[in-house]
C-alpha cells in the first residue's frame, strides 16, 4: 500500500533505462569517477534513456556529454538490475564501444540532472580492483568478456562491493 507510506520511502515503481559504455583500447579501459545519488564511485559513461531515444541514440549521446568522445556502439555485454540503496529500479544494459572521433574531456566538473562527472581516466585493466570493481567483473573484463549478451542479475555484486 505505497499511498500509506510517507513520501521519503516511496518508491518510484517505473524503472530507468541505463545503457553504460565500456571502452577499451590497448589493455586500458575507459572510467569515469561520478557522484550518483546513492555514492561517489568509479563506473562507466552512460545515463538514463530520454522518452522517444533509442538505447543507442542515447549511450552515443552520453558517452559525448561525459566523455567528449563519439562512439560506435558495437555489441551487447550484459544487462544488470540495481535497486538497492536507491528509490526506483534502474535496468543497467552495457555495450562495448568503439572510439570514431572527439577528443577525451579534461577533468573538469561536469553537472547532469543529479550526478558530477569529477573525473575521467583511462586505465589498465589489471588496474580494475584498485578503482573498486570486483574480482569477477575484473576477470570478464581480462577474458574479453565472455558470455556477453547475457544477463548478471544484482548490478552491485556484479560491479563491485568486492
Not at 579501459?29 to 522518452?51: C, D, N, R, T, Y
Not at 586505465?123 to 573484463?141: A, M, T
Request: include cysteine; proline fraction near 4%.
Amino acid at each position: 500500500m505505497l499511498g500509506l507510506l510517507p513520501l521519503r520511502e516511496r518508491v518510484d515503481l517505473n524503472p530507468i533505462v541505463r545503457p553504460t559504455g565500456i571502452l577499451v583500447e590497448n589493455g586500458k579501459i575507459l572510467l569515469v569517477k561520478q557522484e550518483l545519488i546513492e555514492q561517489s564511485h568509479w563506473s562507466f559513461p552512460g545515463g538514463a534513456l530520454e522518452f522517444g531515444e533509442t538505447i543507442e541514440r542515447c549511450l552515443v549521446r552520453e558517452m559525448k556529454e561525459e566523455t567528449g568522445l563519439d562512439v560506435k556502439v558495437k555489441e551487447l555485454l550484459y544487462i544488470c538490475d540495481r535497486f538497492h540503496q536507491l528509490n526506483h529500479h534502474v535496468v543497467d544494459i552495457t555495450f562495448l564501444v568503439e572510439k570514431v572521433g572527439g577528443e577525451l574531456r579534461s577533468n573538469s566538473l561536469l553537472h547532469k540532472d543529479r550526478e558530477v562527472i569529477r573525473e575521467i581516466k583511462i586505465v589498465p585493466i589489471d588496474e580494475l580492483p584498485d578503482y573498486g570493481f570486483s574480482r569477477r567483473f575484473y576477470q570478464l573484463v581480462k577474458d574479453n568478456f565472455p558470455g556477453r549478451g547475457s544477463y548478471q542479475g544484482d548490478f552491485h555484486k556484479f560491479y563491485g562491493e568486492a
